[in-house]
């Protein structure tokens, strides 16, 4: 079956770069996504990007796909102490509606 | 309503009980969508509703668990004889038409815990 990897921790100053790294294994996902998860709160879409993309960019969000290694990552630039959540990759097969999660990055933003 | 909402927001059951999990999807969303979240890990796919039909119940871990959404809104999940197993964050999600790669709009789940 399917599965998605993802380091389980980050840790970066305020104001720096955070870049998290997601490797999949089903070469026929056609859609990825990056969730993010804060406290007590549900998963909100934060980006997502089509399998016939390499580089999406929204605002301070950079995603990069390499679909040849099966490897999604997703840049924050100048992070802020907001950006401090748990960050799940996800992905979908073709027309199917079953996403399957990565089990997420914890990202940690240091003052 | 503004979101989707999931109540309750705690439950503690003991094992053997049977129990009942709420959600109130985006009014208007045709699509329904149940995950579980253990510990630690990202959410696992349990159940999708189109409409009134359960469109794909491949997660359903076994016949313990069941869900329904008999007016194509509100749906319920079920789950018999608890295991301790079965502890987690239940995530319940809505999307408007559920067109392949539409947007999930998730709810703040509900922690059950199975003692």
């Known amino acids: 079956g399917e599965d998605v990897e993802q380091s389980l921790f980050l840790s970066v100053r305020e104001g720096d770069s955070s870049v998290i790294n997601c490797t999949y294994t089903?070469?026929?996902?056609?859609?990825l996504y990056w969730y993010k998860q804060e406290p007590g709160a549900g998963l909100q879409l934060l980006t997502y990007i089509f399998s016939n993309m390499d580089m999406k960019q929204d605002q301070r969000l950079t995603v990069l796909l390499n679909k040849k290694d099966k490897h999604l990552s997703l840049r924050i630039a100048d992070t802020q102490t907001g950006d401090s959540a748990i960050y799940f990759c996800a992905e979908n097969e073709n027309y199917g509606q079953n996403f399957v999660f990565g089990p997420g990055t914890r990202l940690s933003v240091l003052p | 309503g503004a979101g989707v909402s999931q109540t309750p927001s705690n439950k503690v059951t003991e094992k053997g009980k049977y129990v009942e999990l709420r959600c109130d999807p985006i009014?208007?969303?045709?699509?329904l969508y149940w995950y579980r979240q253990s510990l630690g890990q990202g959410p696992e796919f349990l159940i999708y509703?189109?409409?009134?039909?359960?469109?794909?119940d491949s997660g359903l871990p076994n016949d313990r668990f069941f869900a329904v959404r008999p007016e194509g809104s509100v749906s319920t999940l079920k789950i018999q004889r608890t295991e301790r197993g079965d502890s987690a964050v239940y995530l319940c999600?809505?999307?408007?038409?559920?067109?392949?790669?539409?947007?999930?709009?998730f709810g703040s789940g509900t922690q059950l815990s199975v003692l």
């Open positions: 009014s208007g969303h045709t699509a």
């Open positions: 999600a809505s999307s408007e038409t559920g067109t392949w790669g539409e947007k999930l709009f």
């Open positions: 089903d070469s026929s996902s056609t859609y």
């Open positions: 509703f189109q409409g009134t039909g359960a469109a794909d």
